[in-house]
C-alpha cells in the first residue's frame, strides 16, 4: 500500500558508522584516512553538557577519550596480527593524533584493510584523508581594473573604526595557510613575543619560538615546527598565499607608496602552516585546529578548503568543537570558488554551523561571480553568512616573488577582511568591558550587513559586511540551533545562529532579542520576501511586538507557510525595528519539497526502500537496477530534470560518467547501506555505512513531517 509523504530537507538527525569501502576505490596499495573515535575529545564533552544545561565530569570524558587511543592501538595491531613477540614490522603508520577539536587519528595502510577498522569498538567514523586548496582564482586580469585594497576596506567601513581610534590592537588572528614571510616589512611588529603567547597557552617555550618571537607553527618537515614560512617550493597557486592573506588582515602601512593597511594594522598574527612543497591534506589542517585550540587566538582565518564539504566533513566538526569549548574564538572561513556550478558549492570547513562563512563580492558590493553558493549540502543552511571585498585585493606576496606587493583575488582575499573587521571588533567589546563571543560577532556582523536585495541570500547571506554598523548596535537577534554536529556519531550541540534555516511546508523556529541598553526596548517584527515562488509564502511572528527589558533578552518565533503546489526555495529577510528604524536584519530561507509517494517494494518481494530518495519519488522500474540482494544504481540520465537537481543539491560534484550513488534498505535487517561515492551526509569515497538504528535514520530523514512510512 502506498503511503503519501512528505519530505523534510533539514539539519539531519542521525546515528551511524561510516566505513570506506576502500578496496574498490583506491586497489591493493596504501590509503591515508581520518578515523574518529567513539568518545568525543574531554573539552568537547565537557562543554556540550554546559550548553544543553547538565554536567558531565570531565575526568571522565578524559578517561574515555584517552582509553580509545590505546583501544585502537590494540585493535589494529590484532587486525594484523601484530603481537609484543612478533618481529612483523607494521604496515601501517599513525601520522598524527589528534585529542582536543576532535578525538581521533590519521594513518596510512593498505587500502583493502581500510574498511575493517569501522567495526573496532573504539572507532566511530572513518574518512577519507582529502587534499586542501586554497580558495583564490584565477589570473586577476580578467577581472577589471586593479584596485588597492582601501577600496574594500572603506566599503565594510573598517576605515571609520581606524578614525575611533580602533585598529585591532592586542588581538591575535591565527593565519592557517601556506605559511607567512615574517621577514616583510608589512608585518613589522606584528608577531606576538614568547610572554604574550604563554598568557594563552602556558606550554608554549623558547624552542617554539624563533629569538622569543612567536612567528606560529610548521606541520610539514620541509621546516622546522617553529618556523612557518612562506616558501616559493609549493604547488602552482599556492605560494605567497599566506603572506597574502595575512596583510588583508594585519598589514602595516610601512609609508612606501605601494604599502598596504591591513583591515585591523595593530592586530597581531600568528601562521599555522599546513600547506607545503607537496600541498597539504585534512590530516594537516586537523593537526593545526588541535593545537590553535590550546594556542586561543581571538580569531582563525581559514581561506583554504575542501571541496564537496558538508557539514559533518571532519575539519567542519572540528571548528565546531573548537569553537564550542573557546566560546571567544571565531573562526572564519572562505565560501570558495566555485560560484559559475551554481548552488551547494560551499567548501568545509565554509560548512560548518558555527563558523563565519564568506562569499566574495567586489567593492561596489557585487556579488563575484566565482564566489560559491549555498545551501551547504545535505542541511540546506544558508551559505555564505557574509559577503566582503574579494574581487580583487592588493595585499602583501614574499619578498622572494620579486615584489612586494601584488593582485589576488577568491574568497580567500574576502574571508581576511571578515577577519580583520572580527579583531576590530573584538578590541571594541574589549575597552567597553564586555568581550563579546564567537556568537555575538557574527550575530552582529550578520544582523547589521548592507542587504543585497537583487541577489539570493545563497549567494550574499545577510549581505555586505559593515564593521562600523556591527559594532555600535544596541541590539542583537538570533536564531535558535540545536543540532550542531559535534562529532563522528551523531552528538549535537547546541547554539544561537543569525539566520533562520527552515524546511518543510509548515515550517516555525524560535529565536530572540538581546537588548544591550540600560532601559527597556519595544522592538517591531516584520518580514520581506526575496524569493516566493507561486507568491503564496506567508510569514508570520508569535507576536508583532517584541518587549526587551534593559540588558535583557526575549524570545519570539517564526513561522513560514510555502504555498502547497510551489516546491522550491522561500528566501528573504526578517526585520527588527525600533520606533521605525532597523535595529537588526536576519535572512531566511525554507526549501520546500513536493509530495512524494513511498513505494515499500521493487518488485523482487524483499521489502526494499528505494521508491524515493528525501523527498524526490524515483520510479523503481525506470530509475534502478537491483545490483545484488544490498545495492541499487543509480541511472542519472533517466532521471527528470528535477530529479538531477536534487541529485546535485545533496551531492554537489555528481558525475555521470564515474559515479554512482548505491543504496538499499531489507526490512529484516537493521543495516542501510550507503556507497560513499554520493553519501548525503559525508564526503564522496567510496562507502557502505552500517545503520544500527534504522527508523531514528528514517525520523532524521523525514523529520517526523507527514505519514510515517509503513516499513
Not at 594484523?80 to 613477540?85: D, Y
Amino acid at each position: 500500500m502506498k503511503k503519501r509523504i512528505f519530505a523534510l530537507a533539514f539539519a539531519l538527525v542521525f546515528v551511524f558508522t561510516p566505513v570506506m569501502a576502500f578496496g574498490p576505490a583506491y586497489g591493493d596499495g596504501e590509503v591515508s584516512v581520518i578515523v574518529l573515535f567513539a568518545h568525543e575529545p574531554e573539552e568537547v564533552r565537557e562543554a556540550r553538557a554546559r550548553a544543553e544545561g547538565y554536567f558531565y565530569p570531565r575526568a571522565l570524558a578524559g578517561a574515555q577519550a584517552e582509553a580509545d587511543h590505546y583501544l585502537f592501538r590494540a585493535e589494529l595491531a590484532a587486525m594484523f596480527g601484530i603481537t609484543a613477540m612478533s618481529r612483523t614490522a607494521e604496515p601501517y603508520t599513525i601520522t598524527h593524533e589528534y585529542r582536543h577539536a576532535i578525538n581521533g587519528a590519521a594513518i596510512t595502510l593498505p587500502a583493502s584493510r581500510a574498511a575493517e577498522m569501522a567495526a573496532f569498538e573504539s572507532v566511530a567514523a572513518v574518512l577519507p584523508n582529502k587534499p586542501l586548496t586554497v580558495l583564490t582564482t584565477g589570473p586577476v586580469g580578467v577581472y577589471g581594473n586593479p584596485i588597492g585594497m582601501s577600496e574594500g576596506r572603506a566599503a565594510m567601513r573598517a576605515d571609520e573604526m581606524h578614525g575611533a581610534g580602533f585598529r585591532g590592537a592586542g588581538v591575535l588572528v591565527a593565519v592557517v595557510d601556506t605559511g607567512i614571510d615574517y621577514t616583510h616589512p608589512a608585518f613589522a611588529g606584528a608577531f606576538p613575543t614568547l610572554a604574550q603567547m604563554q598568557t594563552r597557552n602556558p606550554s608554549i617555550t623558547a624552542a617554539d619560538t624563533v629569538g622569543g618571537i612567536f612567528y606560529g607553527r610548521n606541520f610539514h618537515s620541509d621546516l622546522e615546527p617553529n618556523d612557518p614560512m612562506d616558501t616559493p617550493e609549493g604547488p602552482a597557486g599556492f605560494p605567497g598565499h599566506g603572506t597574502h592573506v595575512a596583510g588583508t588582515v594585519a598589514g602595516r602601512d610601512t609609508g612606501e607608496i605601494l604599502s598596504i593597511l591591513g583591515v585591523a594594522p595593530e592586530a597581531m598574527v600568528a601562521s599555522y602552516r599546513v600547506l607545503g612543497p607537496s600541498g597539504g591534506t585534512t590530516a594537516e589542517l586537523l593537526a593545526a585546529i588541535d593545537i590553535i585550540m590550546l594556542d586561543k587566538p581571538c580569531v582563525v582565518n581559514m581561506s583554504l578548503g575542501v571541496s564537496d564539504g558538508t557539514p559533518f566533513c571532519p575539519v567542519s566538526l572540528a571548528v565546531n568543537n573548537a569553537m564550542l569549548v573557546n566560546p571567544h574564538m571565531t573562526f572564519v572561513a572562505a565560501a570558495g570558488n566555485e560560484g559559475e556550478k551554481g548552488r551547494y558549492t560551499v567548501a568545509s570547513p565554509g560548512t560548518s554551523v558555527k563558523a563565519i562563512t564568506v562569499g566574495s563580492a567586489d567593492y561596489a558590493m557585487k556579488p563575484s561571480y566565482f564566489s560559491s553558493r549555498g545551501p551547504v549540502p545535505v542541511s540546506h543552511e544558508i551559505a555564505p553568512d557574509i559577503v566582503a571585498h574579494g574581487q580583487i585585493v592588493y595585499s602583501a606576496v614574499p619578498w622572494w616573488s620579486g615584489l612586494a606587493y601584488s593582485y589576488k583575488a577568491g574568497t580567500s582575499m574576502a574571508a581576511p577582511h571578515v577577519s580583520g573587521a572580527a579583531a576590530l571588533l573584538v578590541e571594541y567589546s574589549r575597552r567597553a568591558g564586555q568581550e563579546w563571543g564567537s556568537e555575538e560577532i557574527k550575530a552582529r556582523l550578520m544582523n547589521t550587513a548592507i542587504p543585497l536585495w537583487d541577489y539570493s541570500v545563497f549567494e550574499t547571506g545577510a549581505g555586505y559586511a559593515d564593521v562600523y554598523a556591527a559594532a555600535h548596535s544596541s541590539a542583537v537577534a538570533y536564531a535558535v540551533h540545536d543540532r550542531i554536529p559535534t562529532d563522528g556519531s551523531g552528538s549535537f550541540a547546541s547554539g544561537s545562529e543569525a539566520a533562520f534555516n527552515l524546511a518543510g511546508w509548515h515550517a516555525a523556529k524560535g529565536g530572540y532579542i538581546e537588548n544591550k541598553s540600560p532601559y527597556g526596548r519595544t522592538f517591531t517584527l516584520g518580514g520581506l520576501f526575496t524569493a516566493n515562488p507561486g507568491g503564496a509564502a506567508e510569514l508570520r511572528f508569535s507576536s508583532p511586538e517584541v518587549y526587551v527589558p534593559a540588558y535583557g533578552q526575549t524570545p519570539f518565533s517564526v513561522w513560514l507557510r510555502a504555498g502547497k503546489a510551489d516546491a522550491g526555495f522561500y528566501e528573504g529577510y526578517v526585520y527588527i525595528t525600533e520606533d521605525g528604524a532597523a535595529a537588526a536584519r536576519m535572512p531566511f530561507a525554507l526549501a520546500a519539497h513536493a509530495p512524494v509517494d513511498l513505494c515499500p517494494e521493487c518488485g523482487d518481494g524483499r521489502g526494499l526502500l528505494c521508491g524515493y530518495i528525501n523527498g524526490v519519488f524515483l520510479s523503481c522500474a525506470e530509475k534502478w537496477a537491483i545490483i545484488d540482494d544490498w545495492n541499487l544504481k543509480w541511472d542519472y540520465e533517466n532521471l527528470t530534470p528535477a530529479e538531477k537537481d536534487f541529485v546535485d543539491s545533496i551531492n554537489p560534484i555528481f558525475h555521470n560518467d564515474t559515479h554512482n550513488w548505491w543504496t538499499g534498505f531489507r526490512e529484516e535487517v537493521d543495516y542501510w547501506y550507503y556507497q560513499w561515492n554520493h553519501h548525503p551526509l559525508l564526503n564522496p569515497d567510496g562507502v557502505y555505512i552500517p545503520m544500527g538504528d534504522v527508523e531514528a535514520w528514517i525520523w532524521g530523514l523525514l523529520q517526523g513531517i507527514g505519514e510515517w512510512p509503513d516499513i
